[in-house]
């Protein structure tokens, strides 16, 4: 791992040193090694404190790893010469907002609003600024705003929380409702713990247990310590502006992380937002969730376990430090954390389903099926979610249990008649096994039909075709799929199997070649021996 060298006080600066930290720096920022890439570029601005090359790389990689002096020292020299990225108006804001520099803030935000980029959480800010000031001044989205739209999205949670802080149940409760209804899985979970807090904080106990369904293992901690009175009480518990302020930009960072981009960018905005709040376990958990997604799972884990340690939001956490652990290669730990999770009492179907995914990720089919299996059990055949059988289909399907595979899946059909991906697994599953081809080509016909871009569901079509004969037609619907999907081993190898077949030899050994550079074991092999020796029907596509 590259280090960077300390500079003693005093010392005279060598420029070559600043340059070698830097080239350290960058090396290590290469190689993913986040944590010896900052404390080099800390090292490369110590010794060469006016280089705006490092001051930029330095303030990206100190918000990726959370180095909050670093970042504030990048950005200060970034913004003295104009050129501070967008996002460091974000990181103003919080810092003024920490210090309860009311003015400064207030300042940052109309910065923030005539830069464009994030003018529309500035409504959110300003009504915290004002609750800091001793003054109500609920956000309000003019109708006018290009991207009020956008801002509506977080304008509940924000007029919910404020209106608790005042005892305004009034406005407070149908808030709260409609923030929570735009809010699922963990995120929705951990909205409900924070309103329940500080429900019950400013003494409505009752209707912060109303936040909270009975009988979930998310939430029993809460409800035990809610019916005890064992929970933070007083103005002291409540949101200040910072903590209120670090969850708009947790949450921001969370919708923003669609794509890869999108992933960057929300993980710096999750780390501001952590330096404004480093006590929300709930922003620990989407920075975790967010630095895990963009390749750093070791910080994911760090930030997980911070989560995890808290004794509401903790199974939440936990959530997250599964993930994480997986992706750091502790897939052990993993497993034994998601199983735990899956064996307490009032577990519900995302325990089961992470579980299970984990253990067909290790080819534990059966045990795959199982815990798929029971993450079922709290449903009726009328509410039984499809994807809980597909789930299982394809557990047992690839744990070699077809027949047992088939029925799980034709009940998925029969709940899901126009689910492209059920229709797909269920044809291709028995056009590889060449049962009932004719019925199969229906079904991916139906698939295509549905979703007539999807490559995977293309190929699929495309090679049933050249499994009932019809090699004219399945040719151009495998050569469409491959378009779609050029780095996909089994695409390439259906298309060269076909055009072999249809005589066109050169090209279908070029197919194969394709699929030769992603392609591993006994499929690498089978294709080398075509690309040798033609198609042959042992060297034949399953």
């Known amino acids: 791992m590259l280090l960077a060298t300390p500079v003693p006080a005093g010392a005279a600066v060598d420029p070559d040193s600043a340059l070698h930290a830097y080239a350290q720096a960058r090396l290590a920022d290469g190689d993913g090694a986040l944590q010896a890439a900052v404390a080099n570029y800390r090292a490369a601005m110590t010794l060469d404190p006016d280089s705006i090359a490092i001051a930029r790389r330095s303030f990206a990689q100190a918000l990726e790893s959370g180095d909050q002096a670093l970042a504030v020292r990048a ?28 003015a400064a803030a207030a300042r940052a935000t109309d910065r923030l609003e005539q830069e464009g980029n994030f003018a529309f959480l500035a409504p959110m800010i300003r009504s915290w600024i004002a609750q800091g000031e001793g003054r109500t001044a609920p956000a309000v989205i003019s109708d006018a ?8 999205r977080y304008v509940d949670e924000h007029v919910a929380l404020q209106a608790i802080a005042r005892g305004d149940l009034e406005t407070a409760m149908p808030a709260a409702r409609r923030a929570l209804a735009l809010r699922g899985g963990s995120d929705g979970a951990a909205l409900r713990l924070t309103f329940a807090g500080q429900l019950a904080a400013r003494g409505f106990r009752d209707e912060a247990l109303t936040m909270l369904p009975d009988g979930s293992a998310d939430f029993a901690a809460a409800r035990s310590d809610l019916k005890r009175g064992k929970y933070p ?16 930009v947790s949450r921001l960072a969370a919708d923003i992380a669609t794509d890869e981009a999108g992933v960057a960018l929300g993980m710096r905005l999750a780390r501001i937002a952590t330096f404004a709040d480093p006590t929300s376990a709930e922003g620990h958990i989407i920075a975790a969730r967010l630095l895990t997604a963009a390749g750093y799972p070791a910080f994911g884990v760090a930030e997980a376990c911070k989560a995890a340690e808290d004794k509401w939001y903790g199974p939440l956490g936990e959530a997250e ?46 045990g795959a099926a199982a815990a798929f299996r029971a993450a079922q059990a709290g449903y009726t055949d009328e509410t039984m979610p499809w994807s809980l059988l597909l789930f299982e289909g394809s557990a047992l399907e690839q744990g070699e249990q077809w ?3 088939r029925a799980v899946l034709e009940r998925a059909a029969k709940l899901a008649p126009n689910e492209p991906v059920i ?33 995977s569901i293309i190929d699929s079509l495309g090679w049933a075709q050249y499994v009932t004969g019809n090699v004219k037609a399945a040719v151009p619907v495998l050569e469409r799929a491959a378009a779609g999907a050029p780095d996909d081993p089994t695409v390439n190898e259906h298309l060269g199997d076909a055009l072999w077949s249809a005589g066109r030899r050169y090209e279908a050994r070029y197919a194969w070649n394709a699929a030769a550079i992603f392609a591993e074991g006994d499929v690498a092999e089978r294709l080398a021996a075509k690309s040798r020796e033609g198609l042959k029907p042992e060297y034949a596509a399953p």
Not at 233 to 248: D, E, I
């Open 145 to 152: 705003d290009p991207f009020a739209n956008l801002a509506r």
């Open 321 to 366: 430090l599964i993930v994480a652990l997986a992706e750091a290669g502790d897939r052990a730990d993993a497993i034994s954390l998601a199983r735990s999770r899956a064996e307490q009492a009032g577990a519900d179907a995302a325990r089961q389903v992470q579980l299970g995914r984990l253990l067909a990720d290790e080819k534990d089919f059966a």
């Open 423 to 455: 229709l797909n697994y269920l044809g291709y599953a028995q056009i590889e096994r060449r049962q009932n081809v004719d019925q199969a080509l229906a079904l991916l016909q139906r698939a295509s039909a549905l979703k007539p871009q999807d490559a």
């Open 75 to 102: 950005a200060t020299m970034l913004d003295a010469e104009g050129i501070l990225p967008r996002d460091g108006t974000l990181l103003w804001i919080g810092e003024a907002l920490e210090k309860r520099d009311w």
């Open 233 to 248: 009480k007083g103005k002291r518990a409540m949101l200040s502006p910072a903590q209120g302020y670090a969850r708009l």
């Open 403 to 405: 027949d047992a595979a």
